[in-house]
């Protein structure tokens, strides 16, 4: 005994045409229907589901045994305004779902803060501007914050005990740095091109004195300039 199908979906002007043809079996009808939602990025209305199909054919019965085919699915025939799709289950959604990382390029200002804290840490933010001859924003140090790129050091025993800035271990790790100390020399970015050939400014600390681990723990002669 073969069930009875539910009532079609009708849309206006979406009955079947009248043909001298004999229709396809439902089952084919079925499967034209199927082959059409699945190749539409777009929803298909019945009446354009027709106009593609054999001549005789209901889009809209077929729809019925389609939908019913695909109940408990990963993918389901559904109804979007008057039109029809081949969508994922809506308790599945989440499997599409996909996160990505955005890249954000780094202005040439916190290029250029970014290589002074790291080749001449621990530096304060007034040693940096000395440096690159600019004020420094603090947009461009909250960034390399936010980013984990760069921290506060120790305050310096000096009148306004101004904070310094270190790299972090994040930073470290991104370069594949075992620690600072592992970062080109100056000499051989001067004598790539990429840094001036000019002295530092009073003040300043050498390349290398600021290594994370050695600042507190092998540098004594930091010791009266530090707040621990």
Request: with cysteine; glycine share 8%.
């Amino acid at each position: 005994m073969t069930d009875t199908p539910p009532e079609a979906p009708q849309d206006e002007d979406d009955s079947p045409r009248e043909s001298l043809f004999e229709a396809p079996p439902m089952a084919e009808q079925e499967r034209m229907v199927e082959a059409i939602l699945f190749a539409s990025a777009d929803p298909v209305s019945v009446k354009e589901l027709n106009d593609r199909m054999p001549h005789g054919c209901d889009a809209a019965e077929a729809l019925v045994y389609l939908r019913k085919r695909y109940e408990g699915r990963g993918v389901q025939v559904v109804k979007v305004g008057d039109a029809w799709a081949i969508r994922t289950a809506a308790d599945l959604g989440f499997l599409m779902q996909r996160e990505t990382v955005e890249t954000r390029k780094l202005s040439r200002a916190a290029i250029e803060t970014l290589a002074i804290i790291s080749y001449h840490q621990p530096v304060t933010r007034a040693e940096i501007e000395e440096i690159r001859g600019v004020s420094v924003s603090r947009g461009t140090v909250d960034q390399l914050l936010e980013m984990e790129w760069i921290r506060f050091g120790r305050r310096r025993m000096t009148p306004g005990r101004p904070v310094t800035f270190v790299v972090t271990q994040t930073f470290l790790d991104h370069f594949g740095l075992e620690s600072a100390r592992d970062l080109p020399g100056l000499a051989d970015l001067r004598a790539a091109g990429l840094l001036e050939s000019r002295p530092l400014p009073s003040g300043v600390p050498s390349p290398g004195e600021g290594d994370p681990d050695a600042d507190e723990e092998t540098e004594e002669g930091q010791s009266e300039l530090f707040e621990d």
